[in-house]
């Protein structure tokens, strides 16, 4: 029986065990993807939780919300990915080893590629910079882009850009504010939404500011995909632009996570529908 789960807190209407549900079918293995709620802190229920993929009872393990930092000091390894962006959200078991990797990365560029592609050029503007920016950045600088981040808290901001000391000539960081952002539009072929802005429950509102017009030539990526259609995707949309949200992100990376625990690859159609 293989045993996979996910760690976070709250973990509330999460599409990972439909997702991964999907995946085992797919492949004919017999398994079972539970949502472990861990609050902030219990640092014991992770070391429990880590001592299960020691001994095998467990097989792999996603990681969000709060403990894709805190996780860290509990691994024996963590790959080049997690490391660069320091944070994890899957873990898996080589040679006894515990190793913490980051599929968030990988995950938003392959989907970015799959529904955006063409791109009008390489210079992102990035909407926040907490974790899922950080995923994000080291991405897009893996991928040759420019990269503009912009947010309400500028320490934030400075704080991701020091994260990537080798880069630091291609991340700026500005305020997430409309007067900022409105001189530098012309030339962005991307933004990326990476604040929770616009997520369930409240809906209703877009992290894009009032008044300001898109970059001409830009597609639009919301990591949120919670609703299916975001007030930004919507804007984006009326503006004439593409526009995603993240559910494809999302599928990616349980998609890698995935085949990291098992070995197997499953195409993205069979994941996707299970969500859709
Ligand atoms: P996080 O670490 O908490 O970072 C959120 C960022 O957004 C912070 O910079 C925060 O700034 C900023 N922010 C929050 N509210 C804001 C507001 N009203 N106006 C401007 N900035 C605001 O969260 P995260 O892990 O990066 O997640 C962000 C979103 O991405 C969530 O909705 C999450 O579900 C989604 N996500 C999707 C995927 C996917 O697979 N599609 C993967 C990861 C994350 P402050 O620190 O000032 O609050």
Redesign the pocket.
């Known amino acids: 029986m293989i045993r996979f789960g996910l760690a976070g807190y709250p973990l509330a209407h999460s599409l990972s065990p439909a997702i991964h549900a999907a995946a085992l079918r797919h492949c004919d293995l017999v398994g079972e993807y539970s949502l472990l709620p861990v609050p902030p802190g219990d640092t014991q229920s992770l070391s429990d939780l880590l001592a299960r993929l020691r001994t095998g009872e467990m097989t792999g393990l996603n990681v969000t919300?709060p403990h894709k930092q805190t996780m860290i000091p509990l691994l024996d390894e963590l790959s080049p990915a997690a490391k660069a962006i320091g944070a994890v959200n899957t873990i898996y078991v080589r040679d006894g080893w515990l190793i913490g990797d980051n599929t968030?990365a990988p995950?938003?560029l392959a989907d970015l590629k799959r529904s955006l592609n063409p791109l009008d050029g390489h210079s992102a503007l990035i909407?926040?910079?907490?974790?899922?920016?950080r995923?994000v950045v080291h991405a897009l600088l893996g991928d040759d882009w420019q990269i503009t981040v912009a947010?309400?808290?500028m320490e934030?901001a400075m704080v991701l850009s020091r994260q990537f000391p080798e880069d630091a000539g291609r991340i700026a960081q500005v305020e997430?504010q409309g007067k900022i952002l409105a001189p530098l539009l012309s030339g962005q072929a991307l933004v990326v939404n990476?604040?929770?802005?616009g997520?369930s429950p409240d809906v209703d509102v877009s992290?894009w500011p009032t008044g300001l017009g898109f970059p001409e030539h830009a597609a639009v990526y919301d990591?949120?995909?919670n609703p299916r259609e975001t007030v930004l995707v919507c804007q984006a949309h009326r503006a004439g632009l593409r526009a995603v949200t993240?559910?494809g992100?999302?599928v990616e990376?349980a998609a890698l996570a995935f085949e990291l625990w098992t070995g197997r690859a499953v195409p993205h159609e069979v994941l996707f529908a299970a969500v859709n």
């Open positions: 919300i968030d995950g938003f909407l926040g910079a907490g974790g899922s920016a995923a947010a309400r808290n934030q997430l990476a604040t929770p802005v997520m992290p990591l949120v995909y993240g559910l992100m999302l990376q």
